[in-house]
C-alpha cells in the first residue's frame, strides 16, 4: 500500500499544487519493484463509488475522495473536508482502499449514472469503480494520465506477469511453481515470479503461462455469459431490467409471489407491512429465492411478515431503485408543487418516462397497496402509513448528501399520491 507522506495544496486562485512524498512499498507489494520509491503521477479530489466486487453488483454510494495515482496504484483516501482540516494529515491517514492499475481497463461511461464526466475503471479482479468530477477538464485529465499508467505497465509487465502475481497472492500458483526442472526441484529453488520478460524459464513454464494467458484472453465477460443465460444472476441484488427480460415478464416472478401471497392471506393481519418479520427466517427465504424454486405456501413460510420482510428487502437490493435515481428529484419537485392538479398531471409524465419494468412493477406495487389500504380498518395500513413504509423503499437519491429527514417526508407523499390518484396516473396503462 502506497501511503503519502506529505501533500501541501495552495487554492488561492483556484490552482491546486500537489507535492507528494510517497513511502516505498514493501518488497512483497509488487512482482516487479523492490526497495524501488514509487512517481506519483496525480493527486486530488475525485467523487467516486464502487459498483461492482468480483464481479458482483453493487449499490452505487458517490464519496468525495482524495484520490492519489502513485506507482501502479490508484490509492483513495477519506476526503479531508469531512474531518477537522487541522488533524487531517495524509501521511497519518490510512488509506479507504486501492486499486492495483496492472491489467486495469477504462472506459467512459455517462450512461451508468446521472452524474455527468463519469468514467468506469474496471480491474482485473473484477472489481469496478466510476469517477467522476463536475469540471470537464479535470476528468478528461485524470482519464488521460490513468490511460497512460495502464498502458506503461501493460509495456512493462506483460498479462503473463500480472497473471502469475495474482496467482501467487491468491495461494494458486503451486502448479506453476511445481513445473520447473527436476534439477530445480532438487536444489531446492523454486520457480520465482519472473521480474522481467528476460528471465530464463523451462518450455514447461512457458507452456502453462502461454495457457492461461489464452484462457484469461479467450473467456468471455460476465455480460455476455449472463445474456446467453449460461450464467444467472440472483434474484436479490439483480437489475430490474435484466432480471425482467431474464424471466421475460413486465414484473418480477418474486413480486408478483409475494403480493399474491399477502393478499391470499394477510389483507386482514394488523401492521401489514410495517410490523418486522423475523430476521433469520427472512435471509433463509432470501437464500431460497436465489437457489432454489420458490413454494411461498411451505409451511416454513407461514409468518406474512417474513413475506412482506422479504419484498421490502428486494426493493431496498436493487441496484437502482424502482424509481430511478434520475427521476427523484424531479419526483420530490413535482410533489412540492401547490396546485393538485398540475401535480397529479406531471407525476402521471415522470411515471410514463419510466422505463417499461419500472412502469409496471410500480404499478402493480401500488395496485397491490391499495387492496392492503382497502382493508385499512382491520390492518390499520392508511394511506399515510404506507407512504411511511414504501417511501423510502421505492425511491431513494443517488447521493444522500442532502437532507435526509426532509427527503424523506417527500418520498412518502409521492408514494401516498400514487396511491390517491392510481386512476388517474396509471389508467393508461
Known sequence: MFLPSQVQRASANGKSDHRLVVEPPSSDSSPDTEGVTPELEKAGLLNKTKIAEGGRKLRKNWNLSWVVLVGNSLVFFKDPKSQNPDSWKPGNSRPESSV??????????NDLSSRKNVFKLRTVTGNEFLLQSETESLIREWYRTIQNVIDRLDKENPLDNVLLYSLRRAGSVEMLDQSGDEDENRGGNKASLPRSTSNPESSEHKRVKSRLKKLILRRPPLQTLQEKGLIKDQVFGCGLEL??????SSVP???????????????????IYRVSGNLAVIQKLRFAVNHERLDLDDPQWDDIHVITGALKLFFRELPEPLVPYGFFHDVVETVKLSDYLDKVDRLKLLVLSMPPHNQHTLQHVIQHLRRVMERSDSNRMTTQNIGIVFGPTLMRPENESGNMAINMVYQNQAVELLLSEYQQIFRSY
Open 100 to 109: 492495483d492499475l496492472r491489467g486495469a481497463q477504462l472506459q467512459w461511461a
Open 243 to 248: 432480471l425482467c427480460e431474464r424471466e421475460k
Open 253 to 271: 416472478q418474486f413480486v408478483r409471489k409475494c403480493t399474491d401471497a399477502v393478499e391470499r392471506r394477510g389483507l386482514e393481519t394488523d401492521g
